[in-house]
């Protein structure tokens, strides 16, 4: 799928959709809420956490930036209507378009885009896929080497903080292995 395609989506989903600006922390999609909208990030970002069924505790497993996974929701809770294992939340001071459900349920009903966005949606979900196995099966240190040397967009726009939590490390640890790099 090449970038003009994908471009020419997101400016169709933007006239769709309505602009809204959040300040940092602030969450899109709480956890056992069923997901009812997308955001299409513009500026800023946000980060997806697994939230553990029993303990609370939150660990970052994807983060949508502008240039990296900028389609942001719980896509199982969206797809099936059911209660999101996750929480959706911005890490800093973020611009977004906002889309109901209802909006994209019409806008896969009537547009020509229809199947680039149906297609974009996969191909996200295998990258995603794609990056989660290499979270388990890497040590954070391989995992940081993967991140800056394919994802650099997002060691440089994503806090410190976020990977470390992706990484399942501390911000301290993060900082070792930076240096070690």
Do not use: C
């Not at 974009?120 to 993967?146: C, V």
């Amino acid at each position: 799928m090449d970038n003009n395609t994908i471009n020419t989506l997101f400016l169709e989903l933007e006239k769709i959709g309505t602009p809204i600006k959040l300040q940092s922390h602030k969450t899109l999609i709480e956890f056992n809420e069923i997901a009812q909208k997308l955001f299409l990030v513009k500026k800023g970002g946000a980060v997806l956490y697994h939230v553990h069924p029993t303990t609370g505790e939150e660990r970052a497993i994807n983060f949508f930036i502008p240039n990296y996974h900028p389609i942001a929701t719980v896509a199982q809770s969206f797809t099936y209507n059911t209660p999101s294992k996750y929480r959706l939340a911005t890490f800093t001071n973020t611009e977004l378009i906002e889309l109901t459900k209802e909006t994209i349920t019409e806008f896969r009903a009537s547009s020509e885009l229809a199947e680039v966005f149906q297609n974009y949606g996969i191909m996200s979900l295998l990258d995603k896929n794609e990056l989660r196995a290499m979270l388990i099966s890497l040590t954070s240190e391989e995992m940081l080497k993967y991140l800056h040397q394919n994802l650099p967009q997002v060691v440089q726009q994503v806090p410190s903080k976020y990977i470390a939590n992706f990484l399942g490390i501390t911000p301290q640890w993060l900082s070792k292995l930076k240096h070690k790099l």
